[in-house]
């Protein structure tokens, strides 16, 4: 973050200057009382079990620069304080703020599955030519998002953003905070579909992101499937009057971008790329098709960009998972492909369809949690994932066990119980899973393990992979 005087960040909040020097300046911005040093910027966020405000003190006494208020009673004579009516309004208002005091290009990152990947594989791609600011783990929600604005600086050429949203409303505000001029839609699923009401209204919410493109901007959207179909009838052009351009992308003709030919290797899988100049040839370290999407559209954006091919294939050969998101753990011989950060429907059967693609042998394990936020069709898009497993079993990619934790989940086991032959296990909580894995693992096994960030899935990787 560049330095921002305190007078600068009092107009920008609408605020005032409760005490201190408002010619100090603030070099960071934190949520975090423990992260709250010399020249941090305090913002207290009243959360449902703590209200940070008690915190102010403390900070202030630990060298803070300034701290926000929304409980004007506070006194002090530490730093500064700036006196607001809602502090994470006023995180909003200050890095919009901040946001436009740069026009380097800002590409945002929305859909149902595959934000980060795709994410972390457009930066890849971006940074052999530009010094490029993006995402930092979670950060993509209305308070995530504002954060990482304070992460660009003067010398930043590029920024690429996650913008996640689960309710009604809140891509506006994330767009407002971000403006970005370039955007991705991954994927249309059906995560907190139980709070949008339906793919149709998730659509339309993500579709939000385009309202400051303006004639310059450009909207990359995943043709897969029924996408291209959905999305031509719910992005609300009118946002951007109908004049920011549209590039589909895919895994099949008919659209600008696309991949092909794809072939699995001993250690990756390799596709053909084709674009309006031509078609190369792009190797990956990583597995499954979802992967060779997010490939693809960041190579179109290298294109856009003007990263010179070669080096973007490189960038992308090179790449490799980020915690939590598909990393292979080997333990005793055994394959632990750990993709538990979190999950919907759609990546399940993504990663149920991708686990038979590593390696050449061995047994294919599947350990599914919940799926949270779905609403009243829980059971039914459960159920599908079930499904999903007997089509998948018709052309030979067949589990030689399921292992399933949870409540909701029960419908995946029992939908595969009752119509197929496919060893199936459900379990009460973790630790069960964790000893029927153990049971019946061996060596060569690929182990998939997967389910809702609230499901706590990473724990069951974390004693499967204990020496």
Not at 42 to 49: A, Q, T
Not at 269 to 288: A, D, I
Not at 426 to 445: G, L, S, W, Y
Request: charge should be negative; include cysteine; hydrophobic fraction near 40%.
């Amino acid at each position: 973050m560049k330095p921002i005087q305190i007078s600068d960040i009092v107009r920008a909040v609408s605020g005032t200057l409760g005490w201190g020097d408002e010619s100090a300046v603030v070099d960071h911005v934190v949520i975090d009382s423990r992260e709250a040093d010399k020249g941090a910027l305090f913002v207290p966020i009243i959360g449902e079990r703590v209200d940070a405000h008690r915190f102010i003190p403390d900070v202030l006494n630990q060298g803070a620069a300034c701290v926000l208020s929304s409980d004007h009673s506070i006194q002090g004579d530490a730093g500064a304080c700036i006196f607001v009516e809602d502090t994470l309004q006023a995180l909003q208002d200050f890095a919009s703020w901040y946001r436009n005091q740069f026009t380097l290009p800002v590409i945002g990152i929305t859909g149902s599955v595959g934000k980060t990947t795709t994410k972390e594989m457009i930066g890849a791609a971006l940074e052999v030519k530009y010094k490029t600011v993006k995402t930092i783990g979670n950060l993509n929600s209305q308070i995530g998002l504002s954060l990482m604005m304070f992460h660009i600086e003067d010398e930043t050429e590029m920024a690429v953003f996650e913008m996640g949203i689960s309710m009604p409303g809140e891509m506006d505000r994330l767009v407002d905070i971000a403006r970005p001029q370039t955007a991705v839609l991954t994927n249309v699923g059906v995560s907190h579909i139980g709070n949008l009401g339906s793919r149709e209204n998730i659509c339309r919410e993500k579709g939000k992101i385009l309202t400051n493109f303006g004639e310059e901007g450009t909207f990359y959207l995943c043709g897969n499937g029924d996408l291209m179909e959905l999305t031509k009838q719910c992005i609300p052009y009118e946002r951007c009057k109908g004049k920011c351009k549209t590039v589909y992308y895919g895994t099949k003709e008919g659209v600008l971008y696309y991949g092909d030919s794809i072939q699995t290797m001993a250690d990756g899988q390799k596709f053909m790329f084709h674009y309006p100049e031509g078609e190369e040839e792009v190797e990956l370290s990583v597995m499954g098709e979802h992967n060779v999407n997010n490939a693809i559209v960041a190579l179109a954006l290298a294109i856009q960009y003007g990263v010179p091919m070669d080096e973007a294939k490189k960038a992308l050969k090179a790449y490799q998972p980020i915690a939590m998101r598909g990393v292979v753990k080997e333990t005793k011989g055994v394959h632990i492909i750990d993709d538990t950060y979190n999950a919907s429907p759609d990546s399940i059967n993504s990663n149920l369809h991708s686990l038979f693609d590593y390696g050449t042998g061995g047994r294919r394990i599947a350990v599914l949690g919940d799926v949270l936020e779905l609403g009243e069709r829980s059971y039914e898009l459960h159920e599908g994932i079930g499904k999903f497993i007997l089509e998948e079993k018709k052309n030979a990619r067949i589990l030689s066990l399921l292992v399933t934790v949870g409540t909701e989940t029960v419908a995946i086991h029992d939908y595969v119980t009752n119509y197929s032959d496919i060893p199936a296990i459900h379990c009460e909580d973790n630790k069960e899973v964790v000893k029927i894995v153990k049971e019946n693992m061996r060596a060569d096994d690929w182990i998939l393990v997967k389910g809702s960030r609230g499901m706590h899935m990473d724990e069951v990787v974390n004693e499967l992979t204990k020496e």
